[in-house]
């Protein structure tokens, strides 16, 4: 096993997004990517760490030639020693270069790829690439520039771990295969939507393991995913916890929305249909004893430190147009109004400030449909008449599939056909806290979720 001396600190995980992998999850994703074998595979992980995978790869096909990078040269000292202590024909040679059955290079796979990253190269990639989120702005600008060229599949706030999928894909030998842990997001994500719907020919959703689980990597809460693409028609999915008990069943994945038809497949009839109370969050963002009180702290400054104000008027679908256009609070007209941070705030406001910075959906409480954005920052605070939603885990991923719900023709025509006897004057619909926590959720989105 790896010495501590090749593990990040908790700060430098966050940057390099290195996480070493459980043993359990590498021998799942062998079992089913790589039967024992001796024939002569060429073998890739291209973010090898200490060799974790390639030393249990090399087990189970001992002929094969194995290819490592990293670009942590503590790591890949560590695959390499690995490497060498496991077996009976590797020596130890340098870091980078070719020994027996094994080449090890110290590069960034993606932007300084080493000679032997040739396209359709290899008959099996697997790993754990790292996870770096691009929302959470670890991923600098200048990167995402170098990389958005070199894979035009991957679009937006990509992880990434979405971009050595991509990779990937571009290296393996059509009938081979690409196995990795990835951030379970990808399996729907509008990032690798245009991945998942263009897939060539030779590869297919082979395999499938989603745990309701996000305790796999200590210090990471996390939500993984195994993913096996490859040539067979029939793709293996579990959602069970254990990888080492898991069972699987066979099914077709004809959807690009992998987590949908992962879910569909699980599917039981006579499971109650789950609710938004049963997932999320829900609060009134402020109450009227509240709208009161905040006016000695009230400001019209566009730059001033406190949390943005929005009323329901400043909340469009997927947009909030906070500065953009005049709104009146209280019968006073304000351009930017902002929440002061005081020490005298009400403990009411205190509270509900505090609440406010953790990512949320901002709905508007009165609408002819339901109007609503995402605030992953926590930058907004909503007025009188708005409700905020929260996910238990702060989970940005399952807010922005939850705002595309409320915002669809579906969730339009609930509303209408439940509270449009409340519309005024035939217009604004007031929405109802029941309603909104009654709210049915998708099965591709409520699976994805714990209960709070």
């Excluded at 060498?84 to 980078?96: I, M, V």
């Excluded at 679009?155 to 990434?160: R, V």
């Excluded at 040539?231 to 992998?258: G, K, M």
Aim: proline share 11%.
């Amino acid at each position: 096993m790896p010495t501590s001396a090749a593990r990040p600190s908790p700060t430098s995980r966050k940057s390099t997004g290195a996480y070493y992998t459980p043993q359990a999850l590498i021998d799942l994703l062998l079992s089913h990517a790589l039967p024992p074998t001796s024939f002569p595979l060429k073998i890739l992980d291209p973010a090898c760490g200490p060799g974790d995978f390639l030393r249990a790869a090399h087990h189970r096909a001992p002929a094969a030639h194995l290819f490592g990078i990293d670009i942590n040269p503590t790591a890949l000292a560590q695959c390499q020693a690995s490497l060498h202590q496991h077996s009976t024909f590797l020596r130890p040679e340098p870091a980078e270069g070719s020994i027996q059955n094994s080449t090890l290079a110290q590069a960034d796979a993606l932007l300084s790829p080493p000679p032997f990253l040739a396209p359709k190269s290899f008959d099996l990639i697997l790993g754990n690439p790292p996870y770096v989120n691009a929302i959470e702005g670890r991923l600098t600008t200048e990167t995402k520039s170098r990389l958005r060229p070199l894979f035009p599949s991957i679009k937006g706030a990509a992880d990434l771990a979405h971009y050595f999928l991509d990779q990937a894909i571009q290296l393996v030998k059509p009938g081979g295969k690409i196995a990795f842990v990835l951030p379970r997001a990808i399996l729907n994500s509008p990032a690798a939507a245009l991945l998942r719907a263009n897939l060539p020919p030779h590869l297919k959703p082979n395999l499938i393991y989603a745990p309701e689980r996000h305790d796999f990597f200590p210090g990471a809460a996390v939500f993984i995913c195994l993913l096996i693409l490859g040539p067979d028609d029939l793709c293996q999915i579990s959602t069970d916890p254990d990888p080492a008990t898991a069972r699987f069943q066979s099914t077709t994945i004809e959807s690009n929305n992998w987590w949908l038809a992962l879910h569909d497949a699980h599917l039981e009839p006579n499971d109650p249909a789950p609710t938004l109370a049963s997932r999320f969050q829900l609060a009134a963002s402020m109450i009227a004893a509240d709208a009161y009180d905040l006016i000695p702290y009230l400001r019209d400054d566009k730059h001033a430190p406190g949390p943005k104000l929005v009323t329901t008027g400043l909340i469009e679908p997927r947009h909030c147009i906070w500065g953009t256009r005049t709104c009146r609070y209280l019968k006073t007209d304000y351009q930017h109004p902002r929440l002061t941070l005081s020490p005298h705030l009400t403990r009411s406001l205190t509270t509900r400030i505090q609440n406010a910075r953790r990512p949320k959906i901002l709905l508007a409480g009165l609408a002819k449909k339901i109007e609503a954005f995402l605030d992953p920052a926590g930058d907004y605070i909503g007025a009188v008449s708005t409700y905020s939603i929260y996910h238990p885990h702060d989970d940005q991923d399952a807010l922005a599939q939850l705002l595309d719900h409320l915002l669809s023709p579906n969730t339009t025509q609930h509303l209408i056909h439940h509270l449009g006897a409340n519309a005024l004057r035939g217009k604004h619909i007031t929405l109802k806290k029941q309603f909104l926590l009654d709210l049915p959720l998708p099965w591709s989105l409520a699976g994805s979720l714990q209960r709070p």
